[in-house]
């Protein structure tokens, strides 16, 4: 069981601000990718305040996974959203943060759940960020809280390994726009590219990536695939586990690449890869750093969800991944029907 002499409050934070024009997209409504990078921050910070409450080196809590996060609600410019951070276990070398965020209508003073998630950090020294500290407990409230928990922590332990061993496959260039699919709704139609240098203000104090910011770049490449295919007004509904596999330094060219996997009546599936390729190290060569599922919805002028294109299937390969993708929007289908009942 835990310590009795924790500290409880390091593992309990809020954070809130106004959302501005900046943070949004023409039609108001704010980015996803804002959102994830805000919910990254607060789960870093409460992570690295409680993995600092006990003696030795100093450390730094590195995200390593994001459990599926669904966008309950639509956030609007001009709303303050508040996000609460609260450690829920811990295991010797990781911890999980549960965080909730709030949008707050500060004309009318109405509150909407607007996104609920959940981050495993790992603890890496300063001093040498290849070794992973220790993690102090924290204080349960009952044994089976403690469980469920460690039960949690089992399955995105194996469900890390089995993504890292699938993603390694390389994601298909984009063709040239001369050799580009004339024809609309393909994969290679919508499939698009981000190229991002890794600056200071992207880092952390010891020059690794912010989990929040690789996460806003993904989001934004998933959006342009959504808007390519739809061309319509979209938003972020869900995006499945985010995946870590490796740290991303200062100098690093990022190749954050999207496609469509899967598309139902009123969802698409885009997959969404991160390379980075050492601009100094290059003896190191290109490796994949990131991966994730995004579903995007899209919506009319006064947001409501619309029909989707259907997509136009080219091959064995992108039949293959078609039918993966159903297999996962079904399985989601059902989580989410469970849940409504176990609710009701």
Same mark, same amino acid.
């Given at each position: ?27 108001? %409504? ?9 919910? &990254?921050?607060? $789960? ?7 993995? #600092? ?24 410019? $001009? ?35 607007? #996104? ?11 001093? %040498? ?18 469980? &469920? ?26 063709? #040239?726009?001369?050799? =580009? ?6 994969? +290679? ?12 203000? *992207? ?33 972020? =509904?869900?995006? *499945? ?23 139902? #009546? ?8 991160? *390379? ?8 190191? +060569? ?13 919506? *009319? ?23 993966? $993708? ?19």
């Amino acid at each position: 069981m835990s310590s009795p002499g924790m500290r409880e409050a390091s593992s309990h934070l809020q954070l809130c601000r106004i959302m501005l024009p900046d943070d949004a997209n023409i039609m108001g %409504n704010v980015h996803g990718g804002i959102i994830l990078k805000m919910i &990254e921050e607060a $789960g870093s910070i409460v992570g690295t305040r409680h993995c #600092n409450t006990q003696n030795g080196d100093r450390c730094l809590a590195a995200l390593v996974r994001v459990e599926k996060t669904e966008f309950l609600s639509p956030v609007f410019i $001009g709303e303050v959203v508040h996000v609460s951070a609260e450690i829920t276990y811990t295991s010797k070398h990781s911890l999980e943060v549960q965080v909730k965020v709030i949008a707050e209508n500060i004309l009318t003073g109405a509150k909407k759940l607007a #996104n609920k998630a959940a981050l495993w950090y790992v603890p890496c020294s300063l001093q %040498n960020v290849d070794k992973i500290m220790e993690v102090p407990p924290i204080k349960y409230v009952s044994a089976e809280q403690e469980e &469920e928990g460690r039960k949690r922590y089992e399955a995105q332990k194996i469900e890390r390994l089995e993504t890292k061993a699938r993603v390694e496959e390389a994601m298909p260039a984009r063709p #040239n726009p001369e050799d =580009a699919p004339k024809e609309r709704y393909t994969v +290679g139609f919508s499939q698009s590219t981000l190229i991002h240098l890794v600056g200071p203000s *992207d880092c952390t104090r010891d020059d690794f990536v912010y989990g929040g910011v690789a996460m806003k770049l993904m989001d934004e490449v998933a959006g342009i695939v959504a808007a390519r295919h739809c061309n319509t007004n979209i938003v972020t =509904a869900s995006v *499945d586990a985010i995946n870590f596999h490796r740290k991303i330094r200062k100098g690093c060219v990022l190749t954050v690449t999207g496609r469509l996997t899967f598309v139902s #009546n009123r969802s698409m599936e885009i997959e969404v890869l991160v *390379d980075a390729d050492p601009l100094v190290e290059k003896e190191k +060569g290109k490796y994949r750093a990131i991966s994730a599922f995004f579903t995007f919805i899209s919506l *009319d002028k006064e947001n409501k969800p619309l029909n989707v294109p259907p997509l136009k299937i080219e091959g064995e390969y992108e039949q293959r991944r078609f039918e993966e $993708g159903k297999s996962r929007y079904l399985q989601n289908k059902a989580k989410r029907l469970a849940e409504k009942e176990r609710q009701q």
